[in-house]
């Protein structure tokens, strides 16, 4: 359930941000806007923004009520884009344009993220399909013609040849496994 949650809170991340470039466009205090922010976001985001406005409105200062937030959640994407936040503030600048700007590429990397997660689940079909076709090869072969594989089975020469296919069969699929273990 909280992979599921940080999974959502991900996605809503760029939406919030553009509304919260929206709100500082219109509203000059951080906290007003976060509260107008909070106001149009759905849940689970929501939720979050609203315990960080609680702890604002108990004396909290906003930078540890946001740093809080990003403790709370422990997404690497969400800490980033706060951390930008906190920095972008503290900095000084055109913060509505700095938040459009990251809302910007957070979307660019959910739209890369998910082409890798594409291409690595075709990878580990096509990765299944070549691993399992010896195997069935041969129990096919058997079935077929059980004396072509006779010498095979049967013969010293036949048992090193098949150990060796066995082993590079082996370190093929880990070899696979390997290359397909894609960390975004």
């Known amino acids: 359930l909280r992979e599921k949650r940080v999974i959502r809170l ?19 205090s951080i906290g007003d806007a976060l509260a107008s922010s909070q106001a149009l976001m759905h849940v689970p985001i929501s939720q979050e923004l609203d315990v960080v406005l609680k702890e604002y409105k108990l004396g909290t200062p906003l930078d540890v009520a946001l740093h809080n937030m990003g403790e709370r959640i422990k997404s690497r994407v969400i800490t980033t884009a706060l951390t930008m936040l906190q920095v972008a503030r503290r900095t000084g600048g055109d913060l509505p344009s ?26 580990r079909n096509q990765a299944f399909v070549v691993g ?34 066995i082993a590079l069969w082996v370190g093929a699929i880990a070899s696979a496994i390997k290359i397909l273990k894609v960390d975004i």
């Open 98 to 123: 700095t938040l459009e700007t990251s809302a910007a590429s957070l979307r660019e990397l959910a739209r890369l993220e998910g082409v890798v997660r594409t291409k690595t689940a075709d990878g």
């Open 132 to 165: 399992a076709l010896p195997a069935i090869i041969i129990v096919l072969l058997y079935i077929v013609q059980p004396d072509l594989l006779v010498p095979l089975f049967n013969t010293f020469k036949g048992n090193v040849l098949l150990g060796i296919a």
């Open 10 to 28: 991900e996605q809503q991340l760029d939406g919030w941000l553009l509304i919260l470039a929206n709100a500082l466009k219109a509203v000059p």
